[in-house]
């Protein structure tokens, strides 16, 4: 999932390039993605997936996701299938990656907890992400939204509501998944549009759509495989910052003493020397850059 910064994007596929993997990349469609595929156009491991708008806090982010997933689906059958943004990069070895999932009971890597929960989000519980509808950011939008869940109050109809026996769940967007999964969410997408059609006005919908679905799976078997672990390693200010920290030189430490396989976020117009110092330092390998 990237935005900006191609060269970091390549930088960091090219890091993870063991010459078995297969990359599906989504370059959001309001920018544009010549420079990406002049970058990869020699690389015929790398997809690009059907572009869509994505806006923080909107569906984009849920809807390019699962376009990458069909891609997937259609492509082959893989071990496992991660997602990372274009800021994101490796902090273990493909050697040390590789091993990991192969040792793990787990087959799903996902950070997630119950709605409410009322130690985050305080008296409501962040059940505002599912009660209350979201059209966007703009004023106009705002105000929209903010009409339309005052009269909810008094018209029972248009309120909003999942399906009955449905938990919520929200966590992180970031997530590994195997091919198992990968099905079981598409399948169930396919099955069941009021789910799609009721996100789409849900706020920050990247951060429940799969946790629900997987969470509340009648599959055990695939259920009792989730680890609530998404593996990255992230700075966050407070709770109540939407984004993490941009990690620099001095968190280097930090990151080298983490378990988790990646970290994030990095932006190489910022620091590209934490980035230089993992390569040398925890990937154990020459940095291209110097």
Known sequence: MAHKNEQQVQRLIDTLDDGNSTYFLHVDLKVSDTEFKKLFSKNSQVHFVR??????????????????????????????????????????????????????????????????????????????????????????????AKAINFLAVFIPIINRKLAKGVQPFSGSQWWVMDMRALN?????????????????????????????????????????????????YMQWKTS????????????LDNIGESDALFARKFDTGIDEEVINSIDDQLLLKLSSTL
């Open 51 to 144: 572009r869509v708008k994505t806006e923080w806090g909107g569906f984009g982010l849920v809807n390019a996701t699962l376009n990458a997933m069909l891609d997937i689906r259609k492509t082959g059958d893989f071990d496992k299938i991660i997602l990372l943004s274009g800021q994101d990069y490796p902090i273990k070895s493909n050697e040390e990656i590789d091993q990991y999932f192969k040792n793990s009971k787990f087959n799903i890597f996902m950070d997630h907890f119950p709605l409410p929960n009322h130690r985050k989000w305080g008296m409501g519980g962040g059940m505002y992400r599912v009660n209350k509808y979201f059209f966007g950011l703009s004023w106009i939008e705002k105000y929209l």
């Open 184 to 232: 079981y969410v598409l399948d169930y997408v396919a099955d069941h549009p009021e789910y799609v059609k009721f996100h789409r006005h849900t706020f920050a919908p990247d951060e429940l759509f799969f946790q629900i679905i997987l969470l509340n799976c009648k599959d055990e078997s695939l259920r009792d495989h989730i680890a609530n672990d998404n593996l990255r």
């Open 240 to 251: 109540e910052i939407a984004h993490p920290e941009i990690l620099n030189i001095n968190d």
